[in-house]
């Protein structure tokens, strides 16, 4: 049975120096001397990755998915959420059924593809179409209240595991009700809510803040509105993009100390992932019509993508960092514990889909798992007890 050496970071935000045994699940955790330097770490769980555009087409396939699910384990991430931005109906139900395929696909493969150690596909983030016209953003303006005939066709999608909406819209603390009675979370952002609303909404069910401070208004000291709401003491969790350009580190600071790791996790909002032309049947008319504009980061050595939303004007339209990179910031700029960046990045993602087999490094637990230096650097990454290659 493989066993690895290192300081391993636990689920309640301690580490302990020791063994780790596994084959696809995790056997035991022994505490032991250890002369390595190395960290493991439970597989990052990302929330927020881009469903290619051109996927929402009939031009391509689900090959491009598994193609990003393969690029993603290479960085770390060991499960992920596509996520699809507002976008006529129709096109949603499409993006439905790729993931869907992709989702069956793997289910049925299960351990008969010995070969394979891509990210887990969990299942579909819809950031959209139930957010304010005023907070799109970067979104096209084809937002929907959550109420009626939309709101069916969504609840009709059985892959979507976490909905993004603004709570003062009409109809929206009722959806909340009956997305959190599907099993479905629900993620408040893209919104104008005032803190009451804001506070109604956790209160219906509410779990998670859309990356925090971004697409709501900025919290001001005689209107206070989402963005307050997600730096106080609540259920729901504070979900940031740590990339140096959405927030600054000062905020990711902040919100780490109003909220703490137990409260808080990581998204990377990556766009640009779209497999280059002829990779893995990949067909060459499927090149992206979109190539993001970008924003340094001097902070980070990173960049945010920039997006036109009308002439001579842009907006953030999500990030270009790793998770790894987004962990490192926590650890190197904010001052969190690896433990503590672990449970943000894996342990708090894995909760709020309630999978209690991923997202930690416990006995009987997937055997999901990062192998990083002691500067943070990624060594080896394992899916399933596989090793990514």
Request: charged share 20%; hydrophobic share 50%.
């Amino acid at each position: 049975m493989p066993r690895l050496s290192g300081t391993i970071a636990l689920p309640d935000g301690s580490t302990v120096r020791g063994r780790l045994a596994f084959d696809a699940t995790i056997s035991a955790v022994e505490r032991a001397p250890s002369r390595s330097g190395d960290y493991v770490v439970p597989g990052f769980i990302d929330l927020q990755v881009n469903f290619p555009q051109e996927l929402a087409s009939q031009r391509v396939s689900a090959v491009e998915l598994v193609w990003l699910a393969g690029e993603l384990a290479r960085e770390g991430v060991t499960g992920f959420l596509a996520t699809a931005i507002t976008q006529p109906l129709e096109r949603l139900e499409r993006i439905h059924g790729i993931v869907a395929e992709v989702m069956d696909r793997d289910r049925e493969a299960g351990d008969a593809d010995a070969g394979r150690a891509d990210a887990g596909l969990l299942g579909l983030h819809l950031e959209g179409p139930f957010i304010a016209r005023e907070r799109l953003g970067a979104h096209p303006p084809f937002n929907q209240k959550p109420r009626g005939r939309a709101f069916k066709r969504i609840l009709a999608m059985d892959r979507v595991r976490l909905v993004t909406l603004a709570p003062e819209l009409p109809g929206a603390l009722a959806a909340v009700r009956r997305l959190a009675r599907r099993g479905i979370a629900v993620s408040l952002g893209h919104s104008s809510a005032t803190l009451e609303q804001a506070c109604a909404a956790v209160a219906a069910g509410g779990r998670m803040f859309t990356h925090l401070f971004n697409a709501m208004a900025p919290i001001h000291h005689r209107a206070p509105g989402l963005a307050l709401a997600g730096l106080l003491a609540a259920p729901a969790y504070a979900a940031v993009i740590p990339d140096g350009v959405h927030l600054h580190p000062a905020i990711l600071r902040l919100v780490y100390r109003c909220r703490g790791a137990r409260a808080m996790l990581l998204t990377t909002d990556r766009v640009g992932l779209l497999a280059p032309a002829g990779i893995r049947g990949v067909p060459r008319s499927a090149a992206s019509s979109w190539r993001p504009r970008r924003v340094l980061s001097a902070r980070l050595g990173k960049a945010a993508a920039l997006r036109p939303t009308a002439p001579r004007k842009v907006a953030l339209a999500g990030s270009t960092v790793t998770m790894l990179d987004g962990f490192k910031m926590m650890v190197e700029k904010v001052g969190a514990t690896v433990a503590e960046a672990a449970l943000m990045a894996a342990t708090n993602p894995a909760a709020i889909l309630n999978l209690a087999d991923r997202g930690a490094i416990r006995p009987g637990a997937r055997a999901d798992f990062v192998l990083l230096s002691h500067d943070l650097k990624l060594k080896a990454v394992f899916v399933g007890g596989r090793e990514v290659g």
